[in-house]
T-cell receptor, first 111, second 112 residues
Framework: AQSVTQPDIHITVSEGASLELRCNYS??????LFWYVQSPGQGLQLLLK????DTLVQGIKGFEAEFKRSQSSFNLRKPSVHWSDAAEYFC?????????WGAGTKLIIKP | NAGVTQTPKFRILKIGQSMTLQCTQD?????MYWYRQDPGMGLKLIYY???????DKGEVPNGYNVSRSTTEDFPLRLELAAPSQTSVYFC???????????FGPGTRLTVL
C-alpha cells in the first residue's frame, strides 16, 4: 500500500541556519510528490511539486526539494530559514487522484 | 476567483446535534475532497467526489455524509455529532489535468 513517512515530528533550527525536512514514500509507479505548508491556524499552501523531469524542484518562499528514486525520498530544503518559516510541513504523494499524506513535521525557529 | 470557500469558520455543537459544512469552488474542478485534521496529526480523507453525482468514501467516512449535486458545491453532513468529531475540516478541489489540490481555509468544529 502507498504510504508517506515523515520521520521527524519536530525540528528546531536557528534563524539563518539551513533546513532539511525528510520525506520517504512507498509507491509502485513514478510518484507525483508534493510539499505543503500550514502556518498556525491557517489552511494548507502548496510549496512545490514534482511530476517528472528535473529531480531538483524549486518552490515558493525559497524552498527546494530533491526527488531521489533510489532512496524513495523527496526531502525539502532551504538554505537559510526565517522566523516566518515556523509552521507545519506536510509531504504527500498522489495516488489515483487522492493524496496520501505524511503526519507532518513541525518546524520551530530559534531566534 | 475566490478559489475554495468554506463556511462556517467555527462552530460549536452539542452531542447529538447535526450540521452541514459548506464547501464551494469556482475553478470548475471535477474532483473535490473533505479531510479532517486532528491536533498534531496529518490529514485524513473523509469523502471525495470525482464529479457531480459521484461520491465515494475515504479513510474515515463513519458519521458523515456528502452529496454532489453541482460541480461547484460539496457539502459535508454530520449526523448525531460526537466528541470524536471535534476537529478541523478542510475541503479541497483539483482539476482533471492538474495534480495539485487547492484547499479552503478550514472549519474548526468542537462537539461538547
Amino acid at each position: 500500500a502507498q504510504s508517506v513517512t515523515q520521520p521527524d515530528i519536530h525540528i528546531t533550527v536557528s534563524e539563518g541556519a539551513s533546513l532539511e525536512l525528510r520525506c520517504n514514500y512507498s509507491y509502485g509507479a513514478t510518484p507525483y510528490l508534493f510539499w505543503y505548508v500550514q502556518s498556525p491556524g491557517q489552511g494548507l499552501q502548496l510549496l512545490l511539486k514534482y511530476f517528472s523531469g528535473d529531480t531538483l524542484v524549486q518552490g515558493i518562499k525559497g524552498f527546494e526539494a530533491e526527488f531521489k528514486r533510489s532512496q524513495s525520498s523527496f526531502n525539502l530544503r532551504k538554505p537559510s530559514v526565517h522566523w516566518s518559516d515556523a509552521a507545519e510541513y506536510f509531504c504527500a504523494v498522489d495516488s489515483n487522484y487522492q493524496l496520501i499524506w505524511g503526519a507532518g513535521t513541525k518546524l520551530i525557529i530559534k531566534p | 476567483n475566490a478559489g475554495v470557500t468554506q463556511t462556517p469558520k467555527f462552530r460549536i455543537l452539542k452531542i447529538g446535534q447535526s450540521m452541514t459544512l459548506q464547501c464551494t469552488q469556482d475553478m470548475n474542478h471535477n474532483y473535490m475532497y473533505w479531510y479532517r485534521q486532528d491536533p498534531g496529526m496529518g490529514l485524513k480523507l473523509i469523502y471525495y467526489s470525482v464529479g457531480a453525482g459521484i461520491t465515494d468514501k475515504g479513510e474515515v467516512p463513519n458519521g458523515y455524509n456528502v452529496s454532489r449535486s453541482t460541480t461547484e458545491d460539496f457539502p459535508l453532513r454530520l449526523e448525531l455529532a460526537a466528541p470524536s468529531q471535534t476537529s478541523v475540516y478542510f475541503c479541497a478541489s483539483r482539476g482533471t489535468s492538474e495534480n495539485e489540490q487547492f484547499f479552503g481555509p478550514g472549519t474548526r468544529l468542537t462537539v461538547l
